[in-house]
């Protein structure tokens, strides 16, 4: 009774996230980020479809329904790699040359499994299916270590964990119960969803602008292109003697510098950041966080 109640929950828990995961579109349309977001949207509808279908109509064999977690668990996977590609103007062709390729190599162990197609047996993942698996999760996952979407991501990775785990003989046996698994994965999902929506609707007042412009690029990109952006800013820091830096928590002045110099520095910083934020943002995304018109055309 309680494994058909905590299906019932994750089912019906999983629609709102769709709602959400669907018009993020809108919402990231002013940033590269529109790919990943379309990824997410394909993955969680395959992920409802599956639940229906697998779990509640129990029109699939075994093993059929093994290979359809499996993709939703491979589909789900892509979002996070779609954000270290999110970067005009190779943004569009990232989905060609990478993701589609990551997608077929992650699948290639289910096109292999001619048993589970013929015969309905399980699927059985074989260790170096999982170390794939575990790379991907690191790479897309870690990427957002340290921003406002830890815990989502965390979450999320454990949704995924938990599709593949009874998919493996490899698994302890504690987690072979591949309905509870399902149904704990979907749990998961939406509330990866859900923090991640609760925490995007937060944004605490910052009192240097600037400040709020690069932490919000933080919190949407992660670590991996924003380390590129910090270290072309303070290269040019460096070279013209700023009054401060950037690090990963905003900028940091020099001590006892004048309000002038901080004044030349803050222009000047935003003109770089405008030049190289143009391949992540449109320029209305920065001047809604910054709540000033574009300074003009910077000179690097």
């Known amino acids: ?27 990231l349309w002013e940033t590269t980020l529109v790919t990943a977001s379309r990824w997410a949207a394909v993955g969680l509808c395959l992920w409802l479809v599956t639940l229906v279908v ?25 979002p996070s790699i779609a954000v270290l590609g999110a970067r005009r103007p190779g943004a569009k062709s990232w989905a060609f040359f990478v993701l589609l390729p990551l997608l077929l ?25 999982l170390v794939a698996f575990a790379v991907v999760l690191v790479m897309g996952c870690g990427n957002y270590f340290g921003t406002r979407f830890t815990l989502p991501v965390l979450l999320y990775a454990g949704a995924i964990v938990s599709l593949l785990a009874p998919l493996s003989a490899a698994s302890p046996a504690s987690l072979q119960n591949a309905d509870v698994m399902r149904s704990v994965a979907t749990l998961l999902m939406s509330a990866s969803i859900g923090v991640a929506y609760a925490r995007s609707t937060y944004d605490p007042e910052h ?23 910090m270290d072309r800013v303070n290269e040019s820091a460096r070279h013209e003697k700023w009054a401060g830096h950037l690090d990963w928590h905003g900028i940091v002045w020099q001590p006892n510098s004048s309000e002038e110099d901080r004044a030349r520095t803050r ?6 950041l405008r030049w190289l934020l143009k391949r992540f ?5 920065i001047n809604r966080r910054l709540g000033t018109p574009p300074t003009g055309t910077p000179q690097p």
Request: net charge negative; glycine share 4%; hydrophobic share 55%.
């Open 207 to 229: 009192s240097e602008p600037l400040n709020r412009l690069w932490l919000n690029y933080i919190d949407h990109f992660g670590m991996a292109w924003p380390k590129r952006v």
């Open 54 to 78: 697998a779990q509640w109509a129990n029109a699939l064999t075994e093993g059929v329904s093994d290979l359809l977690w499996y993709f939703t668990a491979v589909v789900c996977a892509c």
């Open 281 to 285: 943002v449109e320029p209305e995304w």
């Open 105 to 129: 190599v992650l699948m290639w162990p289910a096109v292999a499994a001619s048993r589970v197609w013929s015969n309905g047996v399980p699927l059985d993942l074989e260790e170096p299916a």
């Open 1 to 27: 009774m309680w494994e058909l109640l905590l299906r019932l929950v994750a089912t019906f828990s999983l629609i709102p996230a769709l709602v959400v995961v669907v018009r993020s579109g809108r919402w």
């Open 267 to 272: 222009q000047r910083m935003e003109e770089i």
